[in-house]
């Protein structure tokens, strides 16, 4: 019988296998083979678990066993008993574990960043496309709009024509320039603050009893403004403005300056400036023209219909009401800027 244990054991120990294998489980033994220097690759002795483990190590910066020995040490300094191995090793992979978990790889960021962006030009190119339709075809109507012929002629109600010209009446009424006599053909060398000064001496001389107030008139944009070649003297109502005028007929006064004789004719209201204009403007264009050539152009301001005609036949009409006018064939094309 001990012969043939004898026996059993050497034949054991010739094939490498542990002289007893059913021996109790010593802690300090498994963790002296757990933890040994990884074998040379493609050696008879190393395991899977062993290459995971060591793939860890080399990913993590951090070796199994300095993992392991942390763990022994936080397990050592603590007040209860220690933990077995495969405690220990539990734990130091489930360290590693969590380092890997908070470990973005670079790809997923790429991966990431690619899909907002597509995201992010998918989501501009729902909120545009739409605006980028309706601007083509708004672009679209108004170029539609700009090439169809405009004429002078108004397509407004009756009523509304009545009512727009009731309107216009009573603001002429309150017009400033009832109440103002105008100085013109001013010396293109007289300043602003002279002219003020002339027209003051004037008044001062010939109706020191008159109160009045003196300015001039500029033209142009508020950014650009210049001095037009007209001053005013105003008086405190359109009666006393009246008065001053019909005095001035019958009187010798006359203000001279550098040798110009000064005209002083009753202020323009704006409406009466613009209709004005109309007609110059209109007989211009007319007489530009190529049909109105080598004929007679001419403008008719009596009233009630003013009037620019070519050889006497009418081309150009202004109403009472009217602020610019109606051109009429061959010339019903043109229009006011």
Not at 79 to 86: K, M
Not at 157 to 178: C, F, G, H, I, M
Not at 200 to 218: D, I, L, R, S, Y
Not at 289 to 294: E, K, V
Request: with cysteine; aromatic share 6%; proline share 6%.
């Amino acid at each position: 019988m001990t012969g043939a244990r004898a026996g059993k054991a050497a034949s054991k120990n010739a094939t490498g296998e542990d002289q007893a294998a059913d021996a109790p489980f010593d802690p300090n033994v498994a963790k002296r083979k757990l933890f040994a220097a990884p074998p040379e690759h493609g050696s008879a002795t190393s395991s899977p678990l062993k290459d995971k483990l060591e793939k860890l190590r080399r990913f993590t910066g951090r070796s199994v066993d300095e993992t392991a020995a942390t763990a022994v040490g936080s397990a050592a300094s603590s007040s209860g008993p220690s933990e077995p191995p495969s405690d220990l090793l539990l734990a130091a992979l489930g360290d590693i574990s969590t380092k890997l978990d908070k470990m973005a790889l670079k790809s997923d960021i790429d991966d990431l960043r690619a899909d907002i962006t597509k995201q992010t030009k998918l989501s501009i190119a729902e909120a545009i496309d739409p605006l980028k339709d309706e601007m083509a075809d708004l672009k679209d109507r108004v170029i539609t709009l700009e090439s169809r012929p405009r004429t002078s002629t108004s397509s407004a109600p009756q009523t509304t024509s009545k009512e727009t010209a009731e309107l216009r009446r009573s603001l002429n009424e309150v017009d400033p320039a009832l109440k103002r006599a105008s100085f013109l053909d001013w010396p293109v060398a007289i300043s602003a603050e002279q002219r003020l000064q002339e027209m003051q001496t004037f008044m001062a001389v010939n109706f020191p009893t008159t109160p009045v107030e003196f300015g001039n008139k500029f033209i142009g944009p508020y950014s650009d403004r210049k001095l037009s070649g007209s001053s005013w003297v105003e008086f405190r109502n359109k009666e006393a403005a009246a008065n001053f005028l019909n005095k001035l007929k019958t009187s010798n006064s006359d203000l001279v300056v550098n040798g110009t004789s000064i005209q002083i004719k009753p202020a323009q209201t704006k409406l009466k400036s613009t209709r004005n204009y109309a007609m110059r403007k209109a007989f211009e264009l007319i007489k530009a023209c190529p049909t109105s050539l080598n004929k007679n152009v001419e403008i008719d301001w009596n009233m009630p219909v003013r009037k620019v005609t070519v050889d006497s036949v009418d081309a150009f009409t202004q109403h009472k009401n009217d602020i610019h006018g109606t051109f009429h064939a061959p010339f019903q094309s043109l229009e006011m800027p």
